[in-house]
Nanobody
């Protein structure tokens, strides 16, 4: 079992920045994958950014150059730094991990990001 606690969502103006945090109950090295998904109203959940256990990263085309995923191994935490936000980034953002010992996906409860003037 892996518990995930997210924080950092909120209301921000277009062009602004936010940083999301997700702290896991187990070591990041116990995860094959850590990432952030988002789901906007009326849309399917999509992968925004991910980081493999090796440290390699990947991003959705829509956020490349604006968002950065990183992790703090000592804090068991993965971050999503979001810059140059626009209204299309408005969504509930979910932390996701794949636990290497059972291959299962675990999800956070989600944090709402609203980009609006």
């Amino acid at each position: 079992q892996v518990q995930l606690v997210e924080s950092g969502g909120g209301l921000v103006q277009p062009g602004g920045s936010l940083r999301l945090s997700c702290t896991a109950s187990r070591s990041v090295f116990d995860m094959n994958f850590m990432g952030w998904y988002r789901q906007a109203p009326g849309k399917e959940r999509e992968l925004v950014a991910g980081i493999q256990r090796s440290g390699s990263t990947n991003y959705a085309d829509s956020v490349k150059g604006r968002f950065t995923i990183s992790r703090d191994n000592a804090k068991n935490t993965v971050y999503l730094q979001m810059n140059s936000l626009n209204p299309e980034d408005t969504a509930v953002y979910y932390c996701n991990v794949v636990y290497k010992y059972n291959g299962m996906n675990y999800w956070g409860k989600g944090t709402l990001v609203t980009v609006s003037s």
